[in-house]
C-alpha cells in the first residue's frame, strides 16, 4: 500500500529586477552642486570691472568714499599706474591731497585739513583706485579730481594712458531720502523669501516623490517574493471544450 506524500511547494526566491529610483541623498548633492556652481557663477561676476561713477552726496561725520574706476584689458594688468587726487575749494585753487606711485601715500606737503583723513580705497588690480574721506566736514564740498596715468612698456615701443575722473561733492548735515534706494531694498528681500520658499516647496515635493516612489517598489517586490513558483512557472492547463 503506497502512501502519498503532501507535495512541498518550493518559494522561488530569486527577485525580479526592481527598478530603483534615485535616493533623497543624490537629489541633495544635486541641489547643493547647483548651489555652488551658483555662488561660483556669483563670485566670477564680482570680479568683473564696471566703470561706475561716485556718489556726489556726503553726510557731516560720517565716512564717504570717492569713486575712481579705470578698467584694464587682460593684456594691460602689469601696467606701471601712478594716481593723483586733487581738490578744488570755493577759491578755485587746485590742491594736490593724495597719490599713489608704487604705493598709496599722503603728499609731504598736504595741507592740514586733509592730514590723515584720507584712506586708500581701491583694489589690488588697480581698476579700482577710490580713496575715502574719513570724519567729513562742511568745508569738504568742492570738486575733486582723479586723475589716473598708466605706462605700458612693449618690446619695441612705450606707450602711456591717462584718464581723468571729476567728481563734484557736496556736503549735507543730514541725508535726503532716497524712495527708489528703499524700494529696491524692499524688493530684494521679497525676493530672497520667494526663492527660498519656492526651494523649500520643491525639496518637499522631490522628498515625497522619492517616497512612493520606493515604496511602491518595494511592495511590489515583496508580492512578487510571495507568489508560489508553481504558479509562476506551471500555469494551469488550457480549458478545452
Keep these: 500500500m503506497s502512501i502519498n506524500r503532501p507535495s512541498c511547494r518550493r518559494l522561488n ?22 548651489l ?22 556726503a553726510i557731516v561725520g560720517r565716512t564717504m568714499k570717492l569713486t575712481c574706476i579705470y578698467c584694464m584689458k587682460r593684456e594691460e594688468i602689469s ?4 594716481v593723483e587726487w586733487s581738490y578744488i575749494g570755493p577759491d578755485n585753487r587746485t590742491v594736490l591731497i593724495y597719490l599713489y606711485d608704487n604705493k598709496p601715500q599722503e603728499p609731504e606737503d598736504v595741507e592740514l585739513q586733509w592730514k590723515s583723513r584720507l584712506m ?71 525676493l530672497l523669501v520667494f526663492l527660498t520658499f519656492w526651494l523649500l ?12 516612489s520606493d515604496e511602491l517598489a518595494q511592495d511590489t517586490a515583496t508580492d512578487y517574493l510571495a507568489i508560489p513558483s508553481e504558479n509562476k512557472e506551471n500555469p494551469g492547463p488550457a480549458v478545452t471544450e
Design 36 to 57: 555652488l556652481l551658483f555662488l561660483f557663477a556669483v563670485q566670477e561676476v564680482r570680479l568683473v570691472c564696471v566703470d561706475v561713477d561716485s556718489d556726489k552726496e
Design 120 to 190: 586708500w580705497n581701491g583694489s589690488k588690480d588697480l581698476q579700482d583706485l577710490s580713496i575715502s574721506i574719513q570724519n567729513v566736514t562742511l568745508n569738504d564740498t568742492g570738486k575733486y579730481i582723479c586723475k589716473v596715468s598708466r605706462f605700458f612698456k612693449f618690446d619695441a615701443f612705450e606707450h602711456s594712458a591717462i584718464k581723468t575722473v571729476e567728481i563734484d561733492l557736496t556736503v549735507k548735515t543730514k541725508a535726503s531720502e532716497d524712495t527708489a534706494a528703499k524700494y529696491s531694498e524692499i524688493m530684494m528681500y521679497v
Design 13 to 34: 526566491l530569486r527577485r525580479r529586477p526592481v527598478i530603483r529610483t534615485p535616493s533623497m541623498a543624490t537629489h541633495m548633492r544635486l541641489v547643493l552642486h547647483l
Design 79 to 82: 601696467a606701471e599706474t601712478k
Design 201 to 212: 516647496v520643491e525639496m518637499v515635493y522631490c522628498y515625497r516623490k522619492i517616497s512612493k
